[in-house]
């Protein structure tokens, strides 16, 4: 069951957050005289602006202008730059959440999983994971008892349950020291965090909503019956928008946001709920192992790592918890220690030791998690609240979460607005579970779905059929990226050629000005480590020849991805 509170009466003035910033960057508002040499363009009037592009923001973003809601969803960097695209990449109940007593959020995370898996079967599919037993770790009942309640505290349809599995004959055993000899096997599922991100808002966008890439709310003040926010674009114009709701979704930046950016109407509180951030960092490593299956790992400190099949030739490996104290969430980056960390914990269970000269990539990302007073951050639930401030104009403020219950929270988001706003959901219904994301449907190439990893498979080769000129490898990527949407981006095209000039290994003109038109892509780094991962393929200078081609082809399109 979801957490929400209604915060009615004023408390008083509120404190101002930090003003510590990467170059460029601000969390405060923006003095009056900066508004007046810069005059905002005429305003634009929506029922609903949502502030933050993360995974929670596009889809409250989605499942608004699905119910008719008109919808402004600003972000001030790219889609999933933060947070939301550096999860461990996992469509998960959380095993380990129920150490810590956590049984509705597991159950809730459970109830979406597949829910998701059937939304959009190109980006997320199941996958099994390998726990190996260490006998000085947690005692082999206690992990049957848990996988038994993991399996049973939602419905199944297309997960197997979890079993016993002797490491000495299965594959999963070959790469394990030979001290490990038994384990057990469950099911979770996969999912691409960033694209997961670029879908929802493609669907928002296509129900109606607008959404602003590198565009920061500078200003929002709250009236009685309204919002007048001020825009910031990435060429530094302001934009005034009209709101009768604001939607606080900014992540590591929802406290700063409300301290600093808002502004209250007759001076009531609009921060009443601190934030926990806790970095959680991950390593790339060339490919330690060869089969299909994922490992969990339990270490001496009680906490679990995970080592994922990874981009097909990697592994993924993490992840860590270490809390910041005062640090700019954009700035986190994976420490030193943290590394040694993840490669000691991984060689306590693979033959061969994993080295810190092995890591290929890392990355790092602040999970926004409300304070309830845990001494251990791993310990913190990932459970959301949802704040509603009805004390004048309405105001929801998200707080917490995590990527598995994104759905669910954008869900009972948007029945709160809706209430809040006159208009319950009898009125306008929830409609999302069930629905496909952008590209999810793929019925108009294999007909009715069965099941979500053997629908993707099936819609390949009828890809394949259907663009036989098309390479092989390149055709993979690309319906893995774009599932049924990549009709779209092919068109016409009847054989390679008609892609374009190749800027770099696998990646043509076509796909990069359907990405700008469409995907709001502005950056190398937008294509090569969000909308995909090929920077991990690429040298720095095929690096340089996508920044190169995309700087010469900037302006083509604004930041609705409409052509310019």
């Not at 009680?302 to 992840?319: C, E, H, N, S, V």
Request: aromatic share 8%.
């Amino acid at each position: 069951m979801k957490k929400t509170e209604n915060t009615m009466a004023a408390f008083g003035d509120f404190g101002h957050a930090s003003q510590q910033q990467k170059t460029g960057e601000r969390t405060g508002g923006i003095p009056v005289s900066d508004l007046s040499q810069n005059p905002p363009a005429p305003a634009t009037d929506c029922d609903v602006l949502i502030v933050g592009g993360g995974i929670n923001g596009c889809g409250i973003a989605r499942d608004l202008a699905g119910r008719g809601w008109r919808v402004v969803l600003c972000e001030k960097d790219d889609l999933a730059s933060h947070t939301s695209s550096s999860s461990t990449k996992l469509i998960h109940g959380g095993l380990r959440y129920l150490e810590y007593y956590e049984f509705s959020l597991v159950r809730k995370a459970l109830q979406e999983r597949e829910v998701l898996l059937k939304s959009a079967p190109h980006i997320m599919w199941p996958l099994r994971f390998v726990m190996p037993h260490d006998p000085s770790m947690r005692p082999a009942w206690m992990i049957r008892i848990g996988l038994f309640l993991y399996d049973h505290l939602a419905k199944r349809e297309v997960l197997p349950a979890s079993r016993g599995v002797d490491l000495r004959t299965h594959a999963a055993g070959a790469p394990l020291k030979p001290q490990f000899k038994r384990g057990f096997v469950y099911s979770d599922g996969w999912v691409d965090d960033a694209r997961l991100v670029v879908l929802n808002a493609l669907d928002a966008r296509a129900r109606g909503a607008e959404v602003l890439t590198r565009t920061r709310c500078v200003h929002a003040r709250r009236e009685a019956d309204g919002w007048t926010a001020v825009l910031e674009g990435p060429d530094g114009t302001h934009r005034t928008v009209r709101a009768r709701a604001v939607v606080n979704a900014a992540g590591p930046w929802a406290e700063s946001f409300l301290r600093g950016v808002a502004k209250p109407a007759h001076g009531e509180a609009l921060a009443t709920k601190s934030l926990r951030l806790v970095k959680g960092s991950h390593i790339v490593v060339p490919r330690v192992f060869a089969h299909d299956h994922a490992y969990i790992f339990q270490n001496p400190d009680k906490r679990i790592i995970f080592a994922i099949p990874y981009q097909d030739d990697f592994t993924l490996i993490g992840t860590t918890d270490i809390e910041l104290h005062g640090d700019d969430p954009g700035a986190a980056r994976i420490a030193d220690e943290e590394v040694e960390y993840l490669c000691t914990q991984a060689s306590r269970y693979f033959e061969k030791p994993i080295a810190p000269g092995d890591v290929v990539w890392t990355y790092s990302g602040v999970r926004p998690l409300l304070d309830d007073a845990s001494g251990d951050p791993s310990a913190v639930t990932r459970d959301y609240m949802l704040e509603s401030n009805t004390a004048a104009a309405p105001l929801l403020s998200v707080w917490g979460g995590k990527i598995t219950t994104f759905r669910k929270l954008a869900e009972d988001a948007a029945d709160e607005v809706g209430r809040m706003l006159g208009q319950p959901n009898s009125q306008r219904p929830a409609w999302t579970e069930g629905a496909f994301l952008a590209g999810g449907d793929l019925s108009a190439w294999i007909g009715a779905a069965q099941r979500p990893d053997g629908d993707f498979e099936r819609f390949l080769a009828a890809v394949q059929q259907r663009h036989g000129w098309l390479d092989a490898k390149l055709a993979r990527r690309l319906a893995r990226a774009y599932g049924a949407r990549i009709g779209e981006l092919l068109g016409d095209a009847a054989s390679m050629a008609d892609l374009g000039a190749e800027v770099a290994p696998g990646l043509h003109e076509r796909e990069l000005r359907f990405l700008q038109r469409d995907e709001w892509v502005v950056s190398a780094d937008d294509v090569l480590w969000r909308r995909s991962k090929l920077g991990l393929r690429y040298t720095p200078q095929q690096r340089r020849q996508v920044a190169d081609w995309l700087d010469a082809h900037r302006g083509r399109v604004d930041m609705q991805g409409r052509e310019g």
